[in-house]
């Protein structure tokens, strides 16, 4: 059976109080609607289709990767009018699947019971019991148990808001039959509304014996309406993730502090990770990583037995085997740290690469830059890559060492071995193996008396 998706995504959101749709509001790196999409994806649904209607093309323009098809509900007039509006994409054998796009945590194993239920059944509803059942549409069953209608809580009379099975709003059915049952829709109700929960009614007048499945948890049925249900689920999410990650061979000072706003493409064994680390965009994670407290990690490769002191941020770099890194640290875009390197504290580096075995320890700014190996960079060491409109590149070959406190004025080349002496402005390529030193003479003027108050 091809499975058609409807994302419902019409609806207004107004207790977000945001200007931004409600749907494009984030959870992880990916908006509330992204999320409803990649579940869609999984499905292998044959299309996925978006009703939208409040925030109008601006959700379009915001998410151009969807490959959706995109329906417009320009009067958002209840639940059932918005998937008539999807009526003419319908055809009789498909499967629809109808998701809300403000309910991102749906599992795959929730919508896969509910699809699997359609062959038994033209309607399945997934299906919740609550203790505060309050502001969802009750599931109505007759004595035997069987589901007779939906009854939304402002219809409700008193004793079906006893009724603590909820409707989620995630259903599956049978493309014909819904058609059917759209074209006999009324807004006869409290809000004045087209009920798409009116469907069970009308199958069941067609003699259908609904079937419904339990949500797995509570969380993943859970729609988004005002920030704090936002900041709910984004802790969800990140339980979920953080949880994965532990079974992968990842440990955590306290789970419940990291945060994952993208993807570990790749991760070791033995990792350990101190709490407040971000991780974002894609990143690979080697065996026996250590991430210090309050890390921002950032499309980065970060290969087997680094350490990365507290504090640090990397940010589309690679560090190689056993380096070190931080704490302070800012490996800025285009870094590239060999095997046994490190990179101290209140250091700053860019586009630059580092050879095995080499140091900068301490208050540095290396940018435009490539070091050989075993080179040592003294504190307080500049490369002074810019002129104001242009950026040059310097080069530092094996077994250097520049003395602290050194300006290196690029485009310039300190050859191997050479020793540069503490202080100095380097502007011209040195000689291989020399020392080199650019210091005005130190004098000490015996005679000289301190000034006297007058
Ligand atoms: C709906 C269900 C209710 C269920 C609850 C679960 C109906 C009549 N009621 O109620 O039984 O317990 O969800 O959360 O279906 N939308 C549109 N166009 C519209 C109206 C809504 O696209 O004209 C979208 C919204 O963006 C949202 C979803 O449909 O994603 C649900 O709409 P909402 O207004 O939240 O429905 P509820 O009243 O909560
Ligand atoms: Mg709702």
Redesign the pocket.
Known sequence: MPIKTL???????TRMRSSLP??LHKIGDKSLLEHVYKLSEQLESEEINI????GGESIIQALPDLDANWIL?E????????VMQAESFINDEDAVLIL????PLLSKSSVDNLLLQLNESPLSLLTVTLDNPA????IVRSKEGKVRR?V???DANSDEKLISE????IMAVKGGKLKGWLAQLDNNNA?N??????VIELAVKDGVEIQTCQAISEDE?L?V?NRAQLAHLERVYQNSEADKLMEKGVSFRDPARFDIRGQLLDVGQDVEIDVNVIIEGECTIGNRVKIGANCIIKNATIHDGVEILPNSLIEEAEVGKRSSVGPYARLRPGTVLAEDVKVGNFVETKKTKVGNGSKISHLSYIGDCEIGSLVNIGAGTITCNYDGVNKFKTIIEDGVFIGSDTQLVAPVTVAKNTTVGAGSTITKNTTAESLTLSRSKQVSIASWKRPVKK
């Open positions: 994302i419902l995504a019409a609806g207004k959101g409600k749907v009703v939208y209607g409040h509900q009067k958002q007039l209840g639940t059932g009018h918005a809300y796009g403000d309910v502001g969802y549409g009750r939906i939304e809580e402002k909820v409707n989620t709003g809000q509304e087209y009920y798409l929960t009116d049925v729609g309406n």
